[in-house]
């Protein structure tokens, strides 16, 4: 509910399920909010709580000071904001995912249009949004941030990262990476369990009981930025054997191979590049851009 006080009114572009959660605790907050999306339908129960769908996204923008982008890519940007004539005296917060180099042209594409800009990377599910617990990721224009931080803070906590407007993807893909690839890899320890006879209920209070990655995140963290890869306590060629029993196990047990094979093959490289007897630590030098 609004506490009385005036809000600062905001442009939401983007009905997705993030851009719905974006638009309702605006709403809730008491901020004018002026709303667009390619499917009008989308809109009906933002416009029954007090939003206003606007015909086209040049109205929309011209609704607002501030303009939040949810859309599914950077691409979509530029399809959407190119009919818009001007964006002169406009501020635009894309909080769509991307890449860092995205990023940092669309602030040039932003900027060569008269506006300032402001990249998000958002680190909640739809059902977070509103809550302090979770945050994003910004990076940009700070004095955007400074001027629409009431707005911002709506949505989540606030982490701004820094002048290049690459830096909040850059953060958000980094976590995303590790999130998705983790989220993988217990999908397949469920199909092995499952393969083995072991129901799902058993195996899973084992895989986070025996899982807790911060020590290990923490002293493998250490051991690259100190560039020593000694295997005092573990050599690849122990992990490399490690992994291709799982290899193994899951094409006995009929279990997709594709994931674990992929590791294999990343610790087969380092023992044909002879660091068989460094740390696990050691395969960041074959993650690395290569140096010309």
Do not use: C
Not at 142 to 167: C, H, I, N, Q
Not at 190 to 216: H, K, Q, R, S, W
Not at 258 to 269: E, G, I, Q, T
């Amino acid at each position: 509910m609004s506490d009385g006080s005036a809000k600062r009114a905001v442009t939401l572009i983007g009905l997705g399920p993030m851009g719905r959660a974006m638009g309702r605790v605006l709403l809730a907050a008491g901020h004018p909010v002026t709303v667009w999306g390619r499917t009008r339908s989308r809109a009906d129960g933002l416009v029954a709580e007090g939003a206003a769908f606007a015909g086209s996204p040049a109205e929309a923008v011209a609704a607002a000071e501030v303009v939040l982008l949810s859309l599914t890519d950077y691409p979509a940007m530029y399809d959407v904001l190119k009919g818009v004539p001007s964006l002169e005296g406009k501020a635009v917060v894309n909080l769509s995912s991307g890449t860092p180099a995205e990023a940092r042209e669309g602030a040039e594409w932003v900027a060569g249009r008269g506006g300032r800009f402001l990249s998000g990377g958002v680190m909640s599910p739809p059902p977070g949004i509103g809550s302090a617990e979770m945050s994003t990721f910004y990076s940009g224009d700070e004095a955007v941030l400074d001027r629409f931080r009431d707005v911002l803070e709506v949505l989540t906590s606030v982490d701004y990262r820094g002048a290049d407007p690459g830096l909040s993807q850059a953060y958000y893909q980094v976590q995303i990476g590790l999130f998705w690839t983790t989220m993988t890899g217990f999908l397949h320890a469920l199909a092995l369990a499952e393969a083995e006879g072991i129901p799902v209920g058993t195996i899973t209070p084992y895989l986070i009981g025996a899982n807790d990655m911060a020590a290990f995140f923490e002293g493998t963290s250490r051991q690259v930025a100190e560039g020593d890869f000694a295997g005092d306590e573990d050599r690849l060629a122990m992990g490399a054997a490690s992994i291709d029993h799982v290899v193994q196990a899951s094409r006995a047990a009929g279990v997709d191979t594709a994931l674990p094979a992929a590791v294999s093959a990343l610790f087969r490289r380092g023992l044909d590049a002879g660091l068989q007897d460094d740390g696990f630590a050691t395969l960041i030098t074959l993650l690395r851009p290569a140096r010309g």
